[in-house]
């Protein structure tokens, strides 16, 4: 291994450690604060690992997807899934972080964390459609364990719930009949604002 290709790899390294400043709206399951962008990162690995056994896809893969996904929020920051104003030109915004941080890394792995990054955007891929709703369920999660803290902080509705998370319907049935029943509970328990 070249010094200039360690180098870089170690430069990636200490520029993506920005991703523990980067704050979310979620709570952690107790409610005692929000979590960062790695916090989340790592989470997703774990469920990625623990919950594959629902879908047959390339481990290895999707636990770079859910790794690198977020990595563009060091420079664009967080947005918020329910905040509609934010999520305009979200896509325009991230692609060029992604182009920036990854141009960092040796050429072939710059190459490789981008197209990854992008096929985890686009969805049209087994692994990219399974992290997808790995990254979907696991704020869900935080919002349903911590008592709807975040969607109550933020005003969002049930309903806006229900209709902003038909990514469901990509995912395994059992990941789409829990998160239904854990909705329809989290309505019950009062979760939302009326």
Not at 22 to 27: G, L, V
Not at 127 to 155: H, T
Request: proline share 2%.
């Amino acid at each position: 291994m070249s010094t200039e290709r360690l180098r870089k790899q170690l430069d990636f390294i200490k520029e993506i450690d920005k991703l523990k400043t980067i704050t979310r709206r979620s709570y952690l399951a107790d409610g005692s604060r929000k979590e960062n962008d790695a916090e989340h990162s790592w989470h997703l690995a774990i469920m990625v690992l623990l919950l594959s056994e629902l879908d047959t896809v390339d481990i290895l893969k999707t636990l770079k997807m859910v790794l690198i996904h977020d990595l563009v929020e060091i420079d664009v920051g967080d947005t918020y899934f329910y905040d509609e104003a934010g999520n305009v030109g979200k896509f325009e915004r991230e692609q060029l972080a992604a182009k920036r941080l990854f141009s960092l890394l040796p050429e072939d792995q710059g190459r490789e964390f981008y197209d990854l990054w992008q096929e985890f955007e686009e969805r049209k891929t087994r692994e990219a459609c399974f992290a997808a709703v790995l990254d979907r369920m696991q704020p869900l999660l935080l919002n349903y364990w911590s008592k709807g803290k975040s969607w109550q902080e933020n005003d969002v509705s049930a309903s806006t719930v229900i209709a902003k998370n038909a990514l469901f319907d990509n995912g395994p049935e059992e990941i789409r009949e829990y998160v239904s029943e854990m909705i329809h509970t989290a309505i019950e328990k009062g979760y939302f604002k009326k």
